[in-house]
């Protein structure tokens, strides 16, 4: 075979090989001879086509040398003409625009001329100032190049101003700054206001506008200062001894200058323009720090700051480090105390006077809060001219204020003492709070007997210390200060998980701890009593902390924004401060959720547990579940009898479940409940069991209602979700009254039941039941 598929014929070796490629051979002959066949035909139309393009290119050839014709003779003429028209054009527009050009310098030589000429005459005998201030204004409007030009130096000199222009008006403008920066300070000093708006007005107007702010500058800061001296120094001795004597003060100071501000801002505006009043307000800030450092200096003196801190600092919390110490025995003959010698708190006292650190931190509060009113005005008025988005952004404070001594001087005189001298008070109210502990009177486990007091049942140190976070949190937030957040806040957590979650601690492990006095009985009332209210301490601090904190994180009704927002506009402030707030919560939560969740197990285990199995004991006491048959005939008729296991249970558990929900708060008590019914779930489960052989198919029928009735009388007045603990012991009952075809319905895994049970608890059940499976 060959590439194409037919037989070689000098590879055939058969005649009918042959005659097979022979064959093929005369195909492609065929093929071949048509293909040439076409072609030939074809050549005819294509010579005829070749001829077509042949006279067409003849054709072509003429009518190119005519174009080439009437370009060379008719079409060079006119291009020729139109080149030269707009040659002259363009020429003409060139000199017009020369010519304007040079209509406009002359006008602006004359223009130069009459305000050179105006301001040589207004400054002369008339001396209006105003004019000539006017003509150095329209002066200034004409071009540097005009002004400085030589035709300029030309034509404007006269005779009698023969100077060249600049001159001229350099001249004048400096002698007029002089001028009207002497009368300026003259008004200012006589106190002339028309005056002193009528040269501040002219500063602009020849060019010397930093000179006129400046001048205005040093006139408002010299109104603040005598202003700050009068309102300072006039004070009495007994005045500056006054609780917020300092704080108003600094609040005077700070009006004085925003009424400044507000005041004169429409007119620097005016005549300076937009945005001009932020350099006032910067020359203002150096007065500020001046006057306010002056008030922070003698504050920090006379209310003995340093003294103060030096103080606290050296103060030892001897109540709170000897109650986190190990207990000893009292020695004999003294009568035990609850809290440490009272000797050592009378010297501490006496040490660190509360009612003082108290007025300190209530006055340094107001004036920290002062200079945040302060700042965001000042910020608000030198920020640009389109507004921040305050909420997304909030407000950007101006480097002339971040970086001013008096914002130094808050940092170092109020800002510092207030996070020590906060930390000290929280952290001594807190031990105080449980120096003065008073639980509620005449509580009793005795359900026949009144309780004493009112509910909540806690001790008095849950409402001291909680008032106290709530005035902390409050008079910190009313600062407006971020860093004061920063410190404050966290020291708040710390010191309520150490100090006040540990305090109960110590007293729920050490002094009430419910544990029996003689091994298999139970805890004295005494101490179950004093166990329930430590555990309701916690419930309550908690849900005071939470209202606490959602108080100050309310939206405002009438805005709709987180007053954080308004008391802290600068940057993410607000963001930061209500995270701090949120911290706080969560973190008290957590430590006090968690000792209150040990408080509970505590009490599960020593005071419910030992009570349940005696108590199940005494309600399925003689009650025969496997009776004759003929027993159904001789029922009784009282319903009390049916439902006897029932009303035993509910008299006993109610006993004991009674009197601990009249002291528990219902949170607290829905806690023990939940931690109870599983164990109850539990023991009803093996009471069951332990009914092994001994129930038949009536027994069942009754076991089954008396465990309906143990159940219902255990989550009465508890959430509904308690139920679901029994859910085995129910299922154990239904599988004891199933009948055969039931049984064995469930055993295929028909009936539609979710088992909890598993097949060979189900099984183990079944044969409860008389012993058969």
Not at 31 to 37: D, E, F, G, P, S
Not at 172 to 179: D, H, K, V
Not at 626 to 634: C, E, I, S, T, V
């Amino acid at each position: 075979m060959n590439e194409h598929g037919a037989l070689d014929i000098s590879a055939a070796t058969s005649v009918a090989d042959i005659h097979l490629a022979l064959a093929h051979l005369q195909e492609q002959e065929a093929a071949v001879t048509h293909r040439l066949n076409a072609l030939v035909a074809s050549q005819k139309d294509l010579s005829r086509e070749l001829g077509r393009l042949d006279l067409l290119r003849a054709h072509l050839g003429g009518q190119v040398v005519n174009t080439r014709a009437i370009s060379n003779g008719m079409l060079s003429d006119a291009a020729s003409t139109a080149n030269r028209i707009s040659s002259a054009v363009k020429r003409l527009d060139q000199e017009q625009s020369n010519v304007k050009a040079t209509l406009d310098v002359v006008e602006q030589v004359a223009e130069l001329k009459a305000c050179v000429l105006g301001v040589h005459g207004s400054m002369g005998a008339p001396q209006d100032w105003e004019t000539a201030a006017a003509y150095l204004s329209r002066a200034s409007k004409i071009p540097h190049d005009v002004v400085n030009g030589s035709f300029a130096e030309e034509i404007v000199p006269t005779a009698e101003v023969p100077d060249p222009p600049r001159v001229t008006l350099d001249a004048a403008a400096e002698s007029l700054c002089g001028l009207f920066l002497r009368e300026f300070d003259k008004a200012a000093k006589d106190g002339d206001g028309s005056k002193i708006t009528r040269f501040f007005k002219l500063f602009p107007l020849i060019g010397r506008a930093d000179v006129g702010l400046d001048a205005y500058g040093r006139y408002v800061c010299q109104g603040v200062a005598a202003r700050a001296r009068t309102n300072f120094n006039s004070a009495a001795p007994a005045q500056r001894s006054e609780p917020f004597f300092y704080a108003n003060t600094v609040t005077k100071l700070f009006e004085h200058i925003a009424q400044i501000v507000d005041g004169h801002a429409p007119l620097v505006e005016q005549h300076y323009g937009l945005g001009m009043m932020a350099k006032v307000v910067e020359r203002l800030q150096i007065e500020a720090d001046v006057q306010g450092g002056i008030i922070l200096d003698t504050w920090q003196d006379e209310r003995n700051i340093h003294r103060t801190l030096t103080d606290i600092k050296s103060y030892a919390f001897s109540f709170l480090v000897q109650s986190f110490l190990p207990a000893q025995k009292p020695a004999p003959g003294a009568p035990r105390s609850n809290s440490p010698a009272n000797a050592v708190r009378t010297s501490e006292d006496e040490g660190v006077n509360m009612k003082e650190v108290d007025g300190l931190l209530g006055e340094s509060a107001l004036m920290l809060g002062r200079w945040a009113l302060y700042s965001r005005f000042i910020s608000d008025k030198c920020a640009p001219s389109t507004p921040p988005d305050l909420i997304d952004h909030g407000l950007v404070m101006p480097p002339f204020l971040a970086t001013s001594n008096l914002q130094k001087k808050v940092t170092s005189h109020l800002i510092d003492p207030f996070n020590i001298m906060t930390t000290f008070f929280f952290r001594r109210s807190v031990e105080k709070a449980f120096q003065l502990d008073e639980s509620p009177a005449d509580l009793t486990l005795n359900p026949t007997k009144p309780l004493g007091s009112n509910p909540p049942f806690i001790t008095s140190a849950v409402d001291d210390v909680m008032y106290i976070v709530n005035q902390v949190l409050q008079r910190t937030l009313a600062t407006s200060q971020r860093n004061v957040v920063a410190s404050v806040v966290p020291t708040v957590s710390r010191v309520l998980g150490s100090d006040f979650i540990g305090m109960m601690q110590r007293k729920m492990r050490d002094e009430s701890y419910p544990k029996p006095v003689i091994q298999g009985g139970l805890p004295p009332e005494d101490k179950v009593i004093a166990f329930l209210v430590l555990i309701n301490n916690l419930d309550i601090a908690n849900d005071y902390i939470k209202r606490i904190v959602d108080q100050q994180l309310a939206p405002n009704p009438s805005t709709q924004h987180s007053p954080l927002q308004d008391l802290f506009p600068f940057g993410h402030d607000s963001t930061f401060v209500h995270t701090a707030l949120q911290t706080l919560e969560s973190s008290f939560a957590a430590k006090s959720s968690e000792l209150l969740n040990d408080g509970i197990t505590v009490l599960v285990a020593n005071v419910l547990k030992p009570r349940i199995r005696p108590i199940l004991a005494e309600a399925f006491r003689d009650i025969d579940y496997a009776p004759p048959d003929d027993a159904l005939d001789d029922e009784p008729d009282d319903a009390d009898d049916a439902d006897l296991v029932k009303s035993r249970f509910d008299r006993h558990w109610h006993i004991v479940i009674r009197p601990i929900k009249r002291i528990l708060t219902p949170a607290n008590f829905d806690r023990l409940l939940t931690a109870t019914i599983p164990y109850l779930a539990s023991a009803l489960e093996k009471r069951i069991k332990s009914y092994y052989g001994r129930v038949n198919e009536l027994g069942a029928v009754r076991l089954e209602r008396d465990v309906a009735g143990v159940v219902a009388k255990a989550v009465e007045g508890g959430k509904y979700g308690l139920r679901d603990a029994f859910t085995r012991v129910t299922q154990m009952c239904v599988i004891l009254n199933m009948e055969g075809e039931e049984w064995e319905e469930s055993l295929r895994g028909e009936g539609g039941m979710e088992w909890v049970l598993d097949w060979e608890e189900r099984a183990g059940v079944r044969a409860i039941l008389g012993g058969v499976v």
